[in-house]
């Protein structure tokens, strides 16, 4: 399974409906559930996202520090990460970011740029490469 925990609410109708739409398209090729986390202190934030995480998942945080992957290295990469874990989470964190305790538990931290990007549009961006990926793995075709 793909669990995406998120902090912050999504309050524009267009990316809901984008994310609904993603969510429709990846169900497809795998589960994916979106943990919906309530925007508040970055302390508060860390210990609900923590909460979140089982001890058997394998964790990626979308920092902006993290190593930064072409889609085919990132559809590569899921694909060597499903071999060994049957959980993959990735963790987007709110406005002040990510406390350092969720930092330490992630097995890895993933840059999409280093750009700065409002967490709710992130949201849809991260379905958009998860689902692009599986359409790599797949070899199907998607716009380039």
Do not use: W
């Not at 060994?84 to 930092?103: M, P, W, Y």
């Amino acid at each position: 399974m793909i669990k995406i925990i998120c902090v912050g609410k999504i309050k524009e109708k267009y990316l809901r409906d984008a994310i609904i739409d993603y969510m429709k398209r990846l169900s497809k090729y795998h589960k994916v559930e979106i943990v919906e986390l309530e925007d508040s202190t970055i302390s508060e934030e860390k210990n609900r996202i923590l909460k979140c995480i089982n001890n058997k998942d394998y964790v990626i945080t979308l920092d902006i520090e993290g190593t930064m992957l072409s889609s085919i290295e990132l559809a590569d990469k899921l694909n060597k990460m499903f071999i060994n874990n049957s959980n993959i989470c990735f963790v987007i964190g709110g406005s002040c970011g990510l406390d350092k305790a969720v930092k330490d538990r992630a097995n890895y931290s993933l840059s999409f740029s280093k750009l700065t990007f409002p967490h709710q549009l992130f949201r849809v961006i991260l379905l958009e490469q998860i689902y692009r990926s599986f359409k790599i793995l797949n070899n199907e075709t998607y716009h380039k």
